[in-house]
């Protein structure tokens, strides 16, 4: 056998460069540490558990749409159509059912399969005709917008279907005197989706693929790896993710509103990026994303609990922490470009 | 040689009016319909109090805050970048000219004078900033006129206290949106003479071919010694001024500033138009007529869906369909998929290739 | 190494749009041995690889497998069937750990979860029979490109090829790794697997190869072992005695050489880690100046640092006597040296420009946007230079793409003559045109150097560089090592020794 064996050192600590990955992450983790902190030094009641349970609630929606937008953006590329495919899926749960007559059992999973669908739709057209995901999105943006007001310019109220009112029916934790909390059913759909989101990217070929691609799609190509299965299917489930984010909002609001989710992209894409994903693809947490949206929420529990502050100042502080954490990545960015040399 | 110089500037020109013969060829069918179903008062214009009115002017004064930020996206787009925060720009704009005038004399021009320069500074400091991230923090144009696309209706409901500042219609401002000259409207005048000065300064001067150069082949384009860094600072400069303009048209023509929906997802408009007047979203080539005949397509669209009774639901419908179509037919390999059972056999190369064939080319 | 190949390739041809890549080419490997092809730019060595591996498809010809047709549509087809190619850029993948590099798209699984404890033991195991000890944990970007390289060359072992292809693996190890790379290629060898090696690394061919096909425009010269096959025969199969009707360019007489004048430009210990060695190179005006040398040997990086395209990290310039600090193509544009890139698509034309926007750039682009070359200027000299270059078609408003590879160099070329440069570089303008236009083109560089302009020249084709040249400095393997001054030396056979003897004198 050979007698020399070549013992590889790394060219800068192994340590770091592992450990630089986790930074971003970090970062957002130790903001939301600190956001909590000081909101409990400021205000009463701030260290009610219920508060966090609340995170989880209101923004349940956002949340799932989120973990699909993570999956694609960690491939490199975008979804601009969520907000739109939640209204439509919202609305079309309300008609089929209020209208239609059809059983929730049917209409649902209908609904879903057809989110999924038109996913896998949009991603064939993207990988197989090189159309730019920003403008194959945008298209259906304008296009799931314009079918939802077409199925009905009004809120439909969905009252009367007996199936979404299971959504909101609470599981307790404690009592609330003694600082228990409760989560509504949405809540845990919400968890599932981010674990079977976890386990998918992190355990499974499928979701090493989508690093991969995100990473270097011409390197992933030639290493032989599915990419055209892996590009379509991150927009499957992005669409998907969408559809299931519509189904919560009707278990949410029981109601169907044509103008839901408008910008929803946009929360969504900022919840990825402060949650430490580069927008590049390629690098990202799924559990960063879950902190993002968390630093979202808990902005805005704040600025309710401050009281004198509008909401509009959410909208600046989302964007100095967006202008950071691009920032952020940019340096790591480039000292990892130099110490290569 | 004359005679070549002569066939050769004529080529130019066939060239350039082949490019814009489709959507040419789209608006004019929109005005036939429009016609068909209305009658040619769709075109004819009438006067009313001085003013210029009949549908097809009203498409135009309306369209021109569109004008203006398409004009500007035109450009940043040229460069390979994009633009997002062109609708938060236009809203700040709006919102500074505004309040700005709200506990002022506005009856006078002076006041109105520095609202508007105000206003227009402070896009404009936007839009280098933009520009300054893109070209020297080396920051994806996406990524970062994303944050000012998020916090620009911040900042905009900052200025205005979270109120809507009204301004009096007695105030010569409302005169930018509302007025005429000579009976042609004060819109349509601004969008003129922006589209024409965007011409002489893209034409006349080499900023035009330079932001090709740097847009269609940026290595070369060093090679050869061009400083890209000011001129896509200058790019989102001039885009950002436009957003500001049209906010502060927008504005004027309705009385007021709204911070949460004035010029909201105009981007998306705006980006649409270019890529309808023939500029590819990939840079290079950029076309100002083809986007300003965009502009009119995507205005007209709109009238022609309620002329033609469809409600107006279909707004959003028809968008995506002309999206679809537009970036379908940019795209090669579905110009080749359609095309294969025309071509004969043997002709070129399988088109089972291209993705490997592209990867290893270099 | 038994005597049936494993594969055969017969009468392979593949057209490019009005290119011959491939002409009538064969291809033997057997199993078990290591195969080197050889072969200039243009060779077509890279295109017959490409086509084996399913990224082209041959317009002709025949590949079996095992005795069996074959015909792979793409890479990932053909590693399924058992041909793994390594390339000379890493394509692997930098944000993933080595073991996940080493096993993508074909991890240990535990029912449909990645088994990672399994995954990093076999990595490790695979790394160390390469004979590489290294974190596989760690994310790839943490090691260096040659490390990088092992892996992926690992990761092509294990994947049981019958035929391994190592495309240029060599370019960024050291000597070290190289050792441990010909180990390691002997072992598969031994063991039964076919290798193709591609390399312009002489002593490495040398030293592990049995046999050597050698290519030449796209046709085979031939087949040797490597034991029938001297190094200066060798490298004249590959350079070959072109006759080329080229009358009327005659070698450069003595006259030309400037007695004792002030160099133009004076490089001294100039170098770029990872491409090319320090050296120290005087241009003096009215000179041409060849670099010659083989493929790979360092020219261009040599003519990039010169033009200011790529910074250098050691040594300096001097331009006119004085020292040149921050030099860009900016500012050596301003100082008047032009550079012609070799890659005139990817580097040099902007494709959708027309042909008087590509001529006219580097002048409009010295002067800044705001100032235009007045239109009429503009067009007097665009069509003073589409006659003197004999452009085709004479439109200077046609796109630039839409001409033919001769007529875009001359385009190119205009654009930097337009600024009257007192140094051009020229790097391979004459590779991929048609004969008439080579002709035109080096008729030109001799006339521009008989008016006082200085050329810095790099061709592949040795007669080209020899018949123009004042001097010519030798290059090999990322180093210069000579300069030929002396009129006897201007000749092709001088130009090989130097490159064989000075290369096997350590």
């Given at each position: 056998m050979s007698s020399a064996t070549l013992t590889e050192r790394p060219t800068r600590s192994t340590l770091f460069d592992g450990l630089s990955r986790y930074i971003p992450i970090g970062a957002t983790v130790a903001l939301l540490v600190a956001m909590y902190l000081g909101g409990v030094a400021n205000?009463?009641?701030?260290?009610?558990?219920q508060l966090i349970a609340d995170l989880f609630i209101g923004n349940a929606g956002l949340l799932i749409v989120a973990v699909g937008m993570t999956f694609v953006i960690l491939s490199g590329g975008i979804d601009l159509s969520v907000g739109s495919v939640m209204a439509f899926s919202t609305m079309a749960c309300a008609w089929l059912t209020?209208?239609?007559?059809?059983?929730a059992s049917v209409v649902v999973p209908s609904v879903l399969a057809f989110g999924l669908l038109s996913g896998a739709f949009t991603g064939a057209i993207i990988h197989y005709f090189d159309v730019q995901p920003f403008i194959a999105t945008l298209a259906g943006l304008f296009l799931y917008r314009g079918l939802t007001l077409q199925i009905s310019d009004h809120d439909m109220s969905i009252r009367e279907i007996d199936f979404f009112s299971w959504g909101m029916q609470r599981v307790e934790f404690g009592s609330p005197r003694d600082g228990g909390f409760s989560l509504p059913y949405i809540s845990f759909i919400a968890f599932g989706v981010v674990i079977l989101a976890f386990v998918v990217l992190h355990y499974t070929r499928f979701g090493r693929s989508v690093y991969a691609v995100g990473g270097s799609e011409q390197s992933a190509l030639l290493m032989g790896l599915p990419v055209a299965r892996t590009k379509v299917g991150v927009y499957a489930i992005s669409g998907f993710c969408a559809a299931l984010g519509g189904v919560v909002a009707a278990f949410y609001t029981k109601s169907a509103n044509?103008?839901?989710?408008?910008?929803l992209e946009l929360d969504a894409i900022a919840a990825v990026v402060v949650g430490g994903t580069l927008l590049t693809g390629g690098a990202g947490f799924v559990l960063g994303t879950v902190a993002g949206v968390m630093v979202m929420g808990l902005l805005s529990t704040i600025i309710a609990f401050q009281g004198n502050l509008s909401s509009w100042w959410a909208r600046i502080v989302v964007g100095v922490l967006l202008l950071a954490f691009i920032l952020l990545q940019r340096v790591l960015a480039r000292s990892g470009e130099r110490r290569k040399g | 040689m004359i005679k070549a110089l002569d066939a050769a500037g004529e080529g130019k020109a066939n060239a350039y009016l082949k490019r814009l013969m489709w959507p040419l060829i789209v608006l004019a069918a929109l005005l036939i319909v429009n016609i068909v179903v209305t009658g040619f008062g769709f075109i004819v214009p009438e006067v009313h109090d001085g003013r210029l009115g009949g549908a097809f002017v009203n498409i135009l004064r309306r369209s021109a805050p569109l004008l203006l930020i398409s004009l500007g996206m035109t450009l940043v787009i040229a460069t390979k970048g994009i633009d997002l925060s062109v609708g938060a720009v236009y809203a700040i704009g709006a919102a500074v000219a505004c309040q700005f005038l709200l506990d002022r004399d506005q009856s006078s021009m002076q006041n109105v004078a520095v609202a508007v320069a105000l206003a227009l500074a402070i896009a404009a400091v936007i839009g280098a900033w933009n520009g300054t991230m893109v070209a020297y923090f080396g920051v994806q144009p996406i990524v970062a006129t994303l944050i000012f696309m998020i916090a620009g209706r911040g900042i905009a409901q900052l200025i205005t206290g979270g109120q809507i500042p009204n301004v009096a219609d007695s105030s010569p401002f409302v005169e930018i949106g509302r007025g005429a000259v000579a009976t042609v409207p004060v819109p349509i005048i601004i969008g003129v003479a922006v589209f024409a000065a965007l011409v002489l300064l893209t034409r006349t001067t080499a900023l035009g071919m330079l932001l090709e150069s740097v847009g269609g082949n940026p290595e070369a384009s060093r090679l050869a010694g061009i400083r890209s860094k000011g001129i896509t600072v200058l790019t989102y400069l001039i885009a950002g001024i436009c957003a500001g303009l049209a906010g502060i048209m927008g504005a004027a023509n309705l009385g007021s500033a709204d911070a949460n929906n004035g010029g909201l997802w105009i981007e998306l408009d705006a980006i649409l138009a270019v890529v309808i007047g023939g500029t590819a979203l990939l840079g290079g080539r950029f076309f100002l007529l083809g986007t300003t005949i965009g502009v009119a397509i995507i205005g007209t669209l709109e009238v022609t869906i309620i002329n033609v009774g469809l409600s107006s639901q279909w707004q959003f419908t028809d968008k995506a369909i002309v999206v679809f179509i537009v970036a379908l037919l940019q795209s090669p390999e579905f110009r080749a998929w359609i095309l294969k059972p025309f071509r004969s056999r043997g002709a070129g190369q399988a088109p089972t290739e291209p993705d490997s064939e592209k990867a290893l080319a270099k | 190494m038994s005597d049936e190949p494993i594969v055969q390739m017969t009468g392979i041809t593949k057209d490019f749009t009005g290119v011959r890549a491939l002409d009538g080419v064969d291809f033997t490997l057997r199993p078990g041995e290591i195969h080197a092809i050889m072969g200039e730019n243009g060779a077509g060595k890279s295109t017959l690889i490409k086509v084996l591996t399913g990224v082209h498809s041959p317009d002709a010809g025949r590949i079996l497998l095992d005795g069996e047709p074959v015909r792979f549509h793409s890479p990932g087809h053909a590693q399924a069937g058992g041909v793994s190619t390594v390339y000379q850029?890493?394509?692997?993948?930098?944000?993933?750990?080595v073991a996940e590099n080493l096993f993508a798209g074909r991890e240990p699984r535990l029912g449909p979860f990645i088994n990672f404890r399994a995954m990093r033991r076999r990595a490790a195991a695979l790394m160390s029979d390469i004979g590489v000890d290294l974190n596989v944990a760690a994310p790839l970007s943490s090691y260096s490109i040659a490390t990088q390289q092992l892996v992926a060359i690992a990761r092509a072992v294990d994947i049981e090829s019958k035929v391994l292809i190592l495309d240029e693996p060599t370019s960024s190890l050291d000597r070290e790794e190289v050792a441990v790379l010909m180990r390691v290629m002997r072992r598969l060898a031994d063991s039964g697997t076919a290798l193709v090696f591609i390399s312009h690394f002489l002593e490495q061919v040398y030293g592990i190869c049995d046999r050597m096909t050698v290519l030449r425009n796209g046709r085979l010269v031939g087949e040797w072992a490597t034991a029938d096959l001297p190094e200066n025969e060798l490298i004249g199969h590959m350079l070959g005695r072109e006759v080329e009707a080229l009358a009327g360019i005659e070698q450069r007489t003595a006259e030309h050489e400037p007695a004792g004048a002030e160099p133009l430009l004076s490089a001294t210990g100039l170098g770029r880690k990872g491409s090319i060695a320090p050296f120290d190179l005087e241009i003096h005006p009215g000179e041409v100046v060849g670099l010659a040398g083989l493929l790979g040997s360092g020219r261009t990086e040599t003519a990039r640092l010169i033009a200011g395209a790529d910074r250098h990290d050691s040594g300096g310039l001097e331009f006119d006597g004085r020292r040149v600090t921050g030099h860009n193509p900016r500012t050596a544009a301003a100082r008047g040296i032009g550079f012609c890139p070799e890659n005139r698509k990817t580097e040099g034309l902007v494709g959708d420009l027309t042909v008087a926007e590509n001529m006219i750039l580097a002048m409009q682009a010295s002067r800044g946007w705001a100032r235009a070359v007045p239109p009429a200027r503009r067009a007097e000299l665009v069509a003073q230079f589409i006659a003197k270059l004999d452009?085709?078609?004479?439109?200077?408003?046609?796109?630039?793409?839409?001409?033919s590879g001769g007529n875009q160099q001359k385009v190119l070329l205009a654009r930097w003559l337009l600024i009257e440069p007192r140094l051009l570089i020229l790097d391979e303008p004459t590779r991929g045109i048609d004969v008439g236009a080579k002709a035109d083109i080096q008729r030109l560089v001799a006339e521009l150097s008989d008016e006082g302009m200085s050329v810095l020249f790099i061709s592949a084709e040795l007669e080209e560089v020899t018949r123009l040249s004042d001097r010519i400095a030798v290059l090999r393997d990322r180093e210069l090592i000579d300069v030929l001054h002396e009129e006897s030396d201007m000749t092709t056979e001088r130009i090989v020794d130097t490159i064989v003897t000075r290369g096997s004198a350590e």
């Open positions: 205000y009463r009641n701030f260290d009610n558990p209020v209208e239609a007559g059809l059983p044509p103008l839901a989710g408008v910008g | - | 850029e890493v394509n692997l993948t930098e944000n993933l750990s452009i085709r078609p004479a439109n200077p408003d046609l796109p630039v793409k839409n001409l």
